[in-house]
């Protein structure tokens, strides 16, 4: 009932005037990456762009967090940023168990509210990768024509 009445000044309300300020969170969706998985020495690229019916773009904060999981346990924050964007290279922390990364992204407005969304990418073996052709080839670029 009161979602749009934002600024909204309400009189006769039980004696006296209220000021509604309704703010809601911002969205934050993760645009990257596009792929799921990841292999070791990949760069991995991250990037999201939150969007907020109260702010403009520019007054979002954003916050990066991707914890690594492996076996039975959690490395958190194993790489962070403060940024729309965040890219690292991955590293093989397999024990044999498999590892998956949770990739985190965190927007809040100039209310305070947040939204986070979180995308998981899971890692694959190098050669097995190549074998069957998900990791794209390491050669330059063909020449333009």
């Known amino acids: 009932m009161f979602a749009s009445a934002i600024g909204t000044r309400l009189r006769a309300f039980g004696g006296g005037n209220v000021r509604m300020d309704v703010s809601t969170p911002p969205a934050s969706p993760c645009s990257r990456p596009r792929t799921a998985f990841f292999a070791d020495r990949d760069t991995v690229r991250l990037s999201g762009l939150g969007e907020d019916d109260q702010d403009l773009a520019g007054m979002l904060r954003y916050h990066w967090q991707v914890d690594l999981h492996h076996n039975n346990h959690v490395h958190p924050a194993v790489e962070t940023s403060e940024s729309p964007t965040l890219s690292f290279v991955a590293e093989n922390h397999d024990d044999g168990t498999g590892v998956w990364l949770a990739a985190s992204l965190t927007v809040t407005d100039s209310q305070g509210m947040t939204a986070t969304s979180t995308r998981s990418i899971s ?3 190098r050669s097995a990768a190549d074998r069957r052709g998900d990791v794209p080839e390491r050669r330059p ?3 333009i024509r």
Do not use: Y
């Open 123 to 125: 890692s694959r073996d």
């Open 141 to 143: 670029a063909p020449p």
